[in-house]
C-alpha cells in the first residue's frame, strides 16, 4: 500500500476508484472539481453511456456501499471501479460501516476480475462530507484486512489524494503502521 498525492486519472493500474453518486452517470455540473466529473470527464462519454446500461439493467439507483466496473476508455487505467459512499452531512455520527462497505466492495469486485492493481480517491471526504482523519483510518484498516483475508488477490493498492490534508493522513497513518511493525518485530 502506498500513497499518491496527483490526479487518478493518470495512473496506469487496472483500475481507479470514483467515488460515484448513488445515479452512477457522473456529475452534470460543468466545471465542478468533484472526483466524479473529473474521471468522467477524462474517460469520455462511453463512460457515462457504459454507467447508464449498468443502471438500466438493475432497474434502481446505486446502493452506499456497493460497486460496478467499466471500462476506462480514455484513461491510461485499464478499468473505472464505482462505488457510493455514505453521505455524512447532516448525520450525527460518520457511517464506518457503509464506508467499509465501499472499499470492501471496490476489491471485491477487482478481485472477480482478476485485477492486480487499484488506485483509490478518498472515498466520500469530498461533497459528501466524511471527516478526512476519521476515513483515513476506515480506508487502511478496511483495505488491510482485506488484503490479509485475500492473500496474492491484488499486489498493488494505491491510496491517491489530491490535498494536502489527505496526503499529510495518510503519510502519518502509514509512518504509524511502520513504527508499530517494527516495535512488534523482534529482529
Not at 452512477?24 to 474521471?39: E, K, Q, R, S
Not at 480517491?121 to 488484503?147: H, R
Amino acid at each position: 500500500m502506498i500513497v499518491w498525492q496527483g490526479n487518478i486519472c493518470l495512473l496506469e493500474v487496472d483500475a481507479i476508484v470514483n467515488a460515484a453518486n448513488d445515479y452512477m452517470l457522473g456529475c452534470f455540473t460543468p466545471n465542478h472539481a468533484c472526483i466524479d466529473n473529473v474521471i468522467h470527464c477524462s474517460a469520455g462519454p462511453r463512460l457515462r453511456i457504459d454507467c447508464r446500461k449498468l443502471m438500466t439493467q438493475q432497474g434502481h439507483r446505486e446502493p452506499t456501499g456497493k460497486a460496478k466496473i467499466t471500462k476506462a476508455y480514455h484513461l491510461p487505467s485499464k478499468h473505472v471501479v464505482h462505488t457510493v459512499g455514505p453521505i455524512t452531512q447532516g448525520w450525527e455520527k460518520p457511517r464506518a460501516d457503509l464506508l467499509a462497505s465501499s472499499y470492501k466492495s471496490c476489491l471485491d469486485v477487482a478481485k472477480e476480475h482478476h485485477l492486480k492493481s487499484i488506485a483509490f480517491c478518498c472515498i466520500s471526504t469530498g461533497v459528501f462530507g466524511y471527516p478526512n482523519a476519521p476515513a483515513v483510518e476506515v480506508a487502511v484498516s478496511t483495505v488491510m484486512d482485506w488484503l490479509e483475508a485475500n492473500p496474492g488477490a491484488i499486489d498493488k493498492v494505491i491510496f491517491n489524494v489530491f490535498k494536502d490534508i489527505d496526503a499529510a493522513l495518510y503519510t502519518n497513518k502509514f509512518k504509524m503502521l511502520q513504527k508499530e511493525a517494527q516495535t512488534t518485530d523482534p529482529q
